[in-house]
T-cell receptor, first 114, second 114 residues
Framework: GENVEQHPSTLSVQEGDSAVIKCTYSDSASNYFPWYKQELGKRPQLIIDIRSNVGEKKDQRIAVTLNKTAKHFSLHITETQPEDSAVYFCAASYRNQGYSTLTFGKGTMLLVSP | DVKVTQSSRYLVKRTGEKVFLECVQDMDHENMFWYRQDPGLGLRLIYFSYDVKMKEKGDIPEGYSVSREKKERFSLILESASTNQTSMYLC?????????????FGSGTQLSVL
């Protein structure tokens, strides 16, 4: 199956700084890479995703980049705010019994200090 | 808004008990999933179902079974609960058309097995 490695496990930044979270995957057939944000005590929610035919995607202060050759993708958050504090999970699609499922990374706890 | 409802937020059970975790979604989604979330391990797929009465094993199915008799309901069953099944359990659903890849999560059930 797919293996997704995520780094760092924790990340502390000052408000206004940028934050970068990196993930690598093992299955070259993976073609979909979402990022989920989970605030404390809440459910994970999709914040951005990218498909393998695109190298970069932006949505306001967040962006995701994908390097298919190296099998890694990254989440970039600019001008961080305290409300960005959460656990972020990357994921990669893979085929399980012929069906598309997601393998998640272990998560990055981002803390943004005012 | 899609609503994925898990019947219990917190559950305490004894070792050896049979445990049912229930999940209901109200958006007619074909696909449903059960994940468990443990600190430092991220989200791991237990079982998934692509349609009514259909089920497939995920990455960590041992000790679990599932039931999907109706499209909107997906149940996770622990036949004989053990302490190593103490965890946060997250249900998710996904349509097969439109936003095909986006997972909609429930708010989770924190299960403690004593």
């Amino acid at each position: 199956g797919e293996n997704v490695e995520q780094h760092p496990s924790t990340l502390s930044v000052q408000e206004g700084d940028s934050a970068v979270i990196k993930c690598t995957y093992s299955d070259s057939a993976s073609n979909y890479f979402p990022w989920y944000k989970q605030e404390l005590g809440k459910r994970p929610q999709l914040i951005i995703d990218i498909r393998s035919n695109v190298g970069e995607k932006k949505d306001q202060r967040i962006a995701v980049t994908l390097n298919k050759t190296a099998k890694h993708f990254s989440l970039h958050i600019t001008e961080t705010q305290p409300e960005d504090s959460a656990v972020y999970f990357c994921a990669a699609s893979y085929r399980n019994q012929g069906y598309s499922t997601l393998t998640f990374g272990k998560g990055t706890m981002l803390l943004v200090s005012p | 808004d899609v609503k994925v409802t898990q019947s219990s937020r917190y559950l305490v059970k004894r070792t050896g008990e049979k445990v049912f975790l229930e999940c209901v979604q109200d958006m007619d989604h074909e696909n449903m999933f059960w994940y468990r979330q443990d600190p430092g391990l991220g989200l791991r797929l237990i079982y998934f179902s692509y349609d009514v009465k259909m089920k497939e094993k995920g990455d960590i199915p041992e000790g679990y079974s599932v039931s999907r008799e109706k499209k909107e309901r997906f149940s996770l069953i622990l036949e004989s609960a053990s302490t190593n099944q103490t965890s946060m359990y997250l249900c998710a659903s996904r349509p097969i058309t439109g936003m095909r890849e986006k997972l909609f999560f429930g708010s989770g059930t924190q299960l403690s097995v004593l």
